[in-house]
């Protein structure tokens, strides 16, 4: 699976979308992006995924950019529950098994 | 939605002890993995396992076992606890093309 790469911190206001980049410059065809974000001393949570095509659902949207070396993981309105670590990861299909876990971003939502 | 159940969300263990963090999964999902996760190391992978009886090593299975009899719990082993296991644990479970669910956690102290 390719290697991904996160800021390591970033803030946003309350009330404003908090926009996450992620960079995959190595990801292959078949490798989809994934999006997880850990709230503190939780396990990770499933936000949103995608191959090519910009996706969305009631939590996040997700823009792949067209030669896929890049996404951002969009919260549209942040609020701060949303304060968390955000993983990008690159899995290929079928790859049910090892993923590279980075160490993600830490955002902050500010009141 | 898929529930990944840790059977202890604290532990408190003394050094030499043999330790079994247990998980179990409500759904008919093949693949189950342990992780580690420590300050500044992100997740770590110990082992996994895609069906009954089978198991593979992750990045750092020195010092674990795992056992997996039945397709629903995936069970970790500290053969012989140590202060330098002392960790978040957190298992998951996969089915083919979808996220990760997590459970909550289990964090162990090793005294």
């Known amino acids: 699976d390719a290697k991904t790469t996160q800021p390591p911190s970033m803030d946003c206001a309350e009330g404003r979308a908090a926009n996450l980049p992620c960079n995959h410059s190595t990801i292959s065809g078949n490798e989809y992006v994934y999006w997880y974000r850990q709230i503190h001393s939780q396990g990770p949570q499933y936000i949103i995924h995608g191959l090519k095509n910009n996706e969305t659902n009631e939590m996040a949207s997700l823009i792949i950019t067209e030669d896929r070396k890049s996404s951002t993981l969009i919260l549209p309105h942040a609020t701060l529950r949303d304060t968390a670590v955000y993983y990008c990861?690159?899995?290929?299909?079928?790859?049910?098994?090892?993923?590279?876990w980075g160490l993600g971003t830490s955002l902050a939502v500010n009141p | 939605d898929v529930k990944v159940t840790q059977s202890s969300r604290y532990l408190v263990k003394r050094t030499g002890e043999k330790v079994f963090l247990e998980c179990v999964q409500d759904?008919?999902?093949?693949?189950m993995f342990w992780y580690r996760q420590d300050p500044g190391l992100g997740l770590r992978l110990i082992y996994f396992s895609y069906d009954v009886k089978m198991k593979e090593k992750g990045d750092i299975p020195e010092g674990y076992s795992v056992s997996r009899e039945k397709k629903e719990r995936f069970s970790l082993i500290l053969e012989s606890a140590s202060t330098n296991q002392t960790s978040m644990y957190l298992c998951?479970?996969?089915?083919?093309?979808?996220?990760?669910?997590f459970g909550s956690g289990t964090r162990l102290t090793v005294v």
């Open positions: 998951a479970t996969t089915r083919k093309n979808y996220g990760y669910t």
């Open positions: 759904m008919d999902h093949e693949n």
């Open positions: 990861i690159a899995r290929g299909a079928g790859n049910n098994r090892k993923l590279i």
